[in-house]
């Protein structure tokens, strides 16, 4: 059987569509043949375990990679006390060691059985102290580097055992020109062990001083670029002879994922199985951008575990939500600021990311995911907007298409019903956060809604619905007068000329009691702007 796009554990080169990582690989080594210690802390499926197996095999010719996994080799019950943990390291050390397919030089074999012996013989002196005098042995032993790789670190770092680990790993890292120890540490996992207090309950505060301030900064993008999933393309092309455009299609993918490994696999992996065809079928025709957006949909109305983790996230910390909202429905600029909690745990999660010192939503997928979990848990069940716009769905679409005149027109007759005698603490970016509740059941199953990040502002929001291959651009805006407006017209218009579209839509939100409520069209220049105002 060919290869497939594999969303589920670590990418295998000969079973599975990848990106080419070995620039990244490259990278990571300049780390460890400076001697580096550091921390590779990436969001939940963003590659961690992959990048780590592929150094492996990158490195093994150099060095001597004692890779281990923490979730899957050191349960819990061995983080008891320093004994049992010692124990268990050094058994689970030992067994790599013994499954490497070299010959090692008599002292480091010698080494190695001294440790043996330690752990058969006098188990309950074996701590963490003499732990790592054995394996500094081992090391000044040893005819080549040894390189430490720990994945699923984190498992296990609200414990006391783990930070003393963590403190031996330090003092031989500080006392390296002294005594033999590891070439370079490796430790990977979703939570910055250098701020461990993210993990800790209240009563655990004093473990909150992490240890490992020895860490290198990783400055190693480990995204992918739009280039580098075309790379990933053409091998699939090659396999697959669709004659799909490969740059257009790469380009399109990167723009809802920004990158982020998973959710270009699980798109990929979509559009292959379950949309152009069968996993293992041939011929497979063209993938298509309608395809694209449809495996959008797809991946957005079902269950994956990412999404879980991310819903699970924000139940866990309150404080993200609040964050969230504030970006996606006030357009409310947040600067990244070190040490700002709520900041720190969106970035470390993978909600959001930095951009120009700034705090953006990461890209267009949780952003729609993020906008659908709100709308849902907090106004939907009880909404009477929500229930017009289901009652009223069918109308909407007309020969297959989405006549988002109609829905700007009917929008404003509801709007004015319910909210015309609004209280006085509706606030102005309810309007926006109410559009959006009336537009998703006319689209819900059938088309995607995103926001263009740029523009999302106080004063102006640009949805992006795509239904059914065509696309619709709809400014929100709150109505700040004539000029305001005006400008607002040359915005769109600009806007449309980028999408290539002839067609523009104005929401603007008068709170003015003076207004005059409706909608019309004009042409701004060779573009048809249709206006409303609620």
């Known amino acids: ?138 090391c000044g032993a040893a005819d080549k580097p040894l390189v430490l790789l720990i994945d699923e670190v984190d498992s296990a770092s609200n414990n006391q055992v783990f930070l003393d680990f963590l403190a031996q790993l330090r003092g031989y890292y500080i006392d390296r020109d002294n005594t033999p120890s590891f070439q370079s540490v490796i430790l990977a996992g979703v939570y910055d062990i250098r701020n461990l207090k993210r993990k800790f309950r209240p009563e655990e505060d004093h473990k909150m001083n992490s240890p490992w301030n020895i860490a290198a900064d990783f400055l190693v993008d480990m995204s992918f670029s739009a280039d580098e999933i075309a790379g990933m393309l053409k091998e699939y092309e090659k396999d697959c002879h669709t004659g799909m455009d490969v740059y257009g299609i790469a380009g399109m993918i990167y723009d809802y994922t920004s990158g982020y490994p998973f959710l270009v696999s699980c798109l990929c992996k979509l559009a292959d199985e379950r949309i152009t065809g069968n996993a293992g079928s041939s011929p497979k025709r063209a993938w298509t951008r309608e395809d694209i957006l449809e495996a959008v949909r797809l991946m957005l109305s079902e269950q994956n575990t990412l999404f879980d983790s991310l819903i699970h996230k924000l139940e866990d910390y309150p404080e993200l939500e609040v964050m969230l909202k504030d970006l996606l429905f006030r357009g409310k600029e947040i600067p990244y600021v070190v040490g700002l909690r709520c900041v720190e745990t969106a970035l470390m999660f993978g909600f ?119 696309q619709f651009i709809i400014e929100l805006k709150i109505w700040r007068g004539n000029a305001c407006h005006e400008r607002g017209e040359k915005q769109l218009a600009d806007y449309l000329d980028y999408y290539h579209l002839k067609k523009g839509y104005m929401l603007s939100f008068n709170f003015n009691k003076n207004k005059q409520a409706g909608i019309k069209e004009i042409w701004f220049g060779n573009r048809l702007l249709i206006e409303a105002v609620v």
């Not at 290869?3 to 300049?30: A, W």
């Not at 070299?102 to 074999?109: A, D, W």
């Open 352 to 470: 959001v990311k930095k951009e120009e010192n700034r705090i953006v939503i990461a890209n267009r997928i949780f952003e729609t995911l993020l906008y659908n979990l709100f709308l849902a848990s907090h106004d939907m069940c009880q909404n009477r907007l929500y229930d017009a716009a289901l009652m009223e769905k069918n109308q909407f679409i007309r020969n297959g298409h989405l006549d988002m005149k109609l829905v700007l027109e009917k929008f404003i007759i509801h709007f004015d019903d319910l909210y015309g005698d609004r209280p006085q603490d509706f606030a102005e970016e309810d309007g926006r956060r109410y559009f959006l509740l009336y537009l998703r059941p006319i689209i819900n199953g059938v088309g995607n809604y995103y926001i263009e990040s740029q523009t999302r502002n106080m004063e102006r929001t640009d949805v992006i619905v795509d239904y059914l291959g065509e």
């Open 1 to 138: 059987m060919g290869k497939i796009f594999n969303v589920t554990g670590d990418c295998k080169p000969d079973k599975h569509y990848m990106v080419d990582i070995s620039f990244r690989l490259k990278q990571i080594e300049r780390y460890v043949e400076r001697g580096e210690y550091l921390a590779i802390n990436r969001a939940r499926q963003y590659g961690k375990t992959t990048t780590l197996r592929a150094l492996k095999a990158y490195l093994k010719d150099k060095y001597y990679i004692i890779s281990m996994d923490f979730q899957t080799q050191m349960s819990h019950a061995k983080f008891v006390n320093e004994n049992t943990f010692s124990v268990a390291f050094a058994k689970a050390f030992i067994r790599i060691l013994e499954k490497m397919d070299t010959t090692f030089p008599e002292k480091m074999r010698e080494a190695v059985k001294e440790l043996e012996r330690a752990v058969r013989e006098s188990r309950q002196e074996l701590e963490l102290v003499e732990l790592f005098q054995y394996l500094s042995d081992i």
